[in-house]
């Protein structure tokens, strides 16, 4: 049965090429740094179920160590000129935009017609589903556009080496949040929150929730690590038990909450570093800077709508 193990499998292997195909290119600084920091991700994926908690604790800290130490750099490998991109982009035009099309409607497609097929875990069908688009964008690029046969991995190695060690701030960040859940961290807020928060008062206990939420995605740099704490400390014991508000909208509008953290942290690095990474912008908090204007009000009107929608 096709499962998260084989999507594992598929990920170590792509991250391996990166490490092998690193190493290889004599023109690259840091081709070492490079090579071993993708690499020791690609074992983590191959057999962190093996290594047992010691082994992915030591892993963890090489990763850090490496990016700590500045060992890794960016890549520049040769696959296609500009001149020839330049050129394949004028022929083709918009039309270059459809093979990333296929991703989401084979991620759809599987989900709604494959769980009952019996050779796909039913758990992971969307998952499995949006892998297996990957690779028949892949392939269908392969046909259209004939690259070399290395350009897709070679170019996805140039793209992860400008991202460097902020590719895997969000698996560590989620790591963090289950750790957190785990050591009791929502019912210590939960305490604090309870001797703090005004006796009676909705407004006030609405208000730590939905502000909480978005400190907490800010620290954690993920409003789904962010939302145990917080669910767990104010949402459940104290919106929903003590004044009887609509489970579904605190939960739902404390997500929106949340994500308005994420507009407001370098640790939400999928989103606010990897693009400054991405665009070579020379400050690294550019979209940061640029998003809490937006933010602030937007979490505003989530505290307006648990208000009104939760309570009302």
């Known amino acids: ?113 494959l769980k009952q097929g019996g050779w796909i875990d039913p758990k992971q069908v969307t998952l499995v589903s949006l892998g297996a688009g990957v690779l ?11 690259p070399p046969a290395l350009a897709p991995l070679q170019e996805g190695r140039r793209m992860m080496d400008s991202v460097g060690w902020a590719a895997v701030l969000p698996q560590m960040l989620a790591a963090l949040g289950a750790v957190f859940a785990l050591a009791g961290v929502g019912d210590v807020v ?3 929150a309870t001797r703090v928060l005004p006796e009676g008062s909705l407004v006030a206990a609405i208000a730590v929730y939905g502000i909480g939420m978005a400190v907490f995605t800010m620290i954690m740099g993920n409003a789904f690590a962010a939302f145990p704490v917080m669910a767990g400390a104010i949402g459940l014991p104290i919106l929903v038990r003590q004044f009887h508000g609509d489970a579904a909208a605190i939960a739902a509008i404390g997500m929106l909450a949340g994500f308005c953290g994420t507009l407001m942290t370098p640790m939400a690095a999928n989103f606010n570093i990897v693009p400054a990474a991405l665009l070579d912008l020379k400050d690294r908090n550019a979209v940061v800077k640029a998003q809490v204007g937006t933010a602030v009000p937007l979490l505003l009107c989530n505290l307006a709508l648990i208000y009104f929608l939760g309570f009302r």
């Open 190 to 192: 939960g305490a604090l």
């Open 136 to 146: 028949i964008a892949l392939g269908a690029c392969h046909a259209w556009l004939r």
């Open 1 to 113: 049965m096709i499962g998260l193990q084989q999507l594992y499998w598929l990920a170590g292997a792509m991250f391996g090429a990166f490490a092998l195909l690193g190493v290889g290119d004599r023109t690259h600084r840091k081709r070492l740094g490079n090579g071993v920091f993708w690499g020791l991700i690609a074992l983590s994926f191959f057999a962190g179920d093996h290594l047992g908690d010691l082994g992915n604790g030591m892993l963890v800290l090489c990763l850090v160590g490496l990016a700590g130490f500045g060992a890794l750099g960016r890549g520049a490998p040769d696959t296609t000129t500009p001149e020839e991109r330049a050129a394949s982009s004028a022929r083709r035009g918009n039309a270059l935009f459809l093979p990333a099309l296929i991703i989401p409607v084979t991620a759809l497609a599987g989900t709604l017609l």
